[in-house]
């Protein structure tokens, strides 16, 4: 199993640029999460889905879209890239809800300038 | 939503020394996670403990459920244990809405 793959690694936007971040997992979790992880910060939830076609807002949604079609992908949406967008961010996934282990793809390093 | 905090911010210690890294939360949870992150950027589950204790390695995870808090300890800590450490709890209620993130605890062994 690859596990939870992330692409692009890294990225660099200009303002008001848009773009996908991928996220696709391979152990049939229901559970997916996007996270963003600034300096100095921890971890915020951006958005997250419980299954294909569910998805619902964290505490930091503002700026951000999500789709779920399928079970092994939740792409995360950029339309209108701003420099407050400048993280690191994680996609995650777990098999029910918080109380399995968590499984973290390796991150996209995003800068907006 | 839970609050986490964690303690210290920065720990740097010698090879062979016990560790201890503090978390605390402000909500009754369900389960709580510590996550290790390397100094690459990867993020590593390696604990998610309810009540008790979990022992994997030299690693030792506690959990006080009516104090609201847990520890991490490291025994006979090596520089291979330098990493940022990570404490989590459900967002809210169930879990099923991803997890809360202390600001992790950044440590360092030196030889």
């Known amino acids: 199993n690859a596990g939870v793959t992330q692409t692009p690694k890294f990225r660099i936007l200009k303002i008001g640029q848009s773009m996908t971040l991928q996220c696709t997992q391979d152990?049939?979790?229901?559970?997916m999460y996007w996270y963003r992880q600034d300096p100095g910060m921890g971890l915020k939830l951006i958005y997250y889905?419980?299954?294909?076609?569910?998805?619902d807002k964290g505490e930091v949604p503002n700026g951000y879209n999500v789709s779920r079609s399928t079970t092994e992908d939740f792409p995360l949406r950029l339309e209108l890239a701003a420099p407050s967008q400048t993280s690191v961010y994680f996609c995650?996934?777990?098999?029910?809800?918080?109380?399995?282990?968590?499984?973290f793809g390796p991150g996209t390093r995003l800068t907006v300038l | 939503k839970n609050e986490v905090e964690q303690s210290p911010q920065n720990l740097t210690a010698q090879e062979g020394e016990f560790i201890t890294i503090n978390c605390s939360y402000s909500?009754?949870?369900?389960?709580l996670h510590w996550l290790q992150q390397h100094p690459g950027g990867g993020i590593v589950s390696l604990f998610m403990?309810?009540?008790g204790k979990k022992k994997h390695g030299r690693l030792i995870a506690t959990i006080n459920i009516q104090e609201k808090h847990s520890s991490l300890h490291i025994t006979a800590s090596h520089p291979r244990d330098s990493a940022v450490y990570i404490c989590?709890?459900?967002?809210?209620?169930?879990?099923?809405?991803?997890?809360?993130f202390g600001k992790g605890t950044h440590l360092i062994i030196q030889p």
């Open positions: 989590a709890v459900p967002y809210s209620g169930g879990g099923a809405d991803g997890l809360t």
């Open positions: 995650a996934s777990n098999l029910y809800r918080g109380l399995n282990e968590q499984f």
């Open positions: 403990l309810s009540s």
């Open positions: 909500v009754g949870i369900s389960a």
């Open positions: 889905s419980v299954g294909a076609g569910i998805t």
């Open positions: 152990m049939n979790h229901n559970y």
